[in-house]
């Protein structure tokens, strides 16, 4: 080695999460239940994912904005409806739907079929969000629009005009 030469330590090789489809956190909200499939713990918390099955008929959460993450929404089945600001989009199997940080917006499955979407969060820390939700229920408090926007403010996230 020559003067000024430097060495470094060897880097670990990147880990690869694999989620089987049995496997990851389940988190249950109501009629709506989550399966967390990456919670940025594997990712440097820039992506967060998760599975979500909302029953027939399931009310979404009150319209909010972000102000820090975005989120994408991939309807794998059923019809979610997407309501941003005063526009309703029914979104079938397929659809795509990505919220950028500062857009009001709320999804519900209106139908009578249960509905299945992919969700994605950048940066991640969303997904404590519905964790957060799950130990107010397991505490014994409802989960009420009003609880949810309560815990949505930890994430940067407000309510609409009128959600409140």
């Known amino acids: 080695m020559t003067d000024g030469a ?6 670990a090789a990147p880990t690869v999460s694999v989620v089987g489809p049995d ?3 389940t988190i249950v909200l109501g009629t709506t239940r989550l399966r967390v499939l990456e919670d940025g713990s594997h990712t440097g918390h820039r992506l967060g ?7 027939p008929h399931t009310p979404g ?9 975005d989120e994408g929404f991939y309807v794998v089945s059923g019809t979610v409806r997407f ?7 029914d979104a079938t199997a397929g659809t795509l739907v990505v919220v950028p940080p500062g857009a ?6 209106p139908a009578a079929q249960p ?18 939700l ?20 930890r994430y940067a996230t407000e309510p609409t005009a009128g959600s409140a």
């Open 6 to 11: 430097k060495t470094s330590e060897p880097q």
């Open 49 to 55: 994912m998760t599975e979500s099955v909302l029953a």
């Open 83 to 89: 309501t941003v600001g005063d526009e309703d989009h």
């Open 115 to 132: 509905a299945v979407m992919l969700s994605t969060f950048t940066p991640a820390q969303y997904v404590q969000y519905f964790r957060d």
């Open 61 to 69: 959460p009150p319209q909010h904005r972000h102000a820090l993450h």
């Open 134 to 153: 799950q130990g107010l229920a397991a505490d014994g408090r409802p989960l009420t629009p009003r609880a949810a926007l309560q815990v949505m403010s």
């Open 104 to 109: 009001p917006h709320t999804f519900a499955n």
């Open 23 to 25: 496997d990851g956190e």
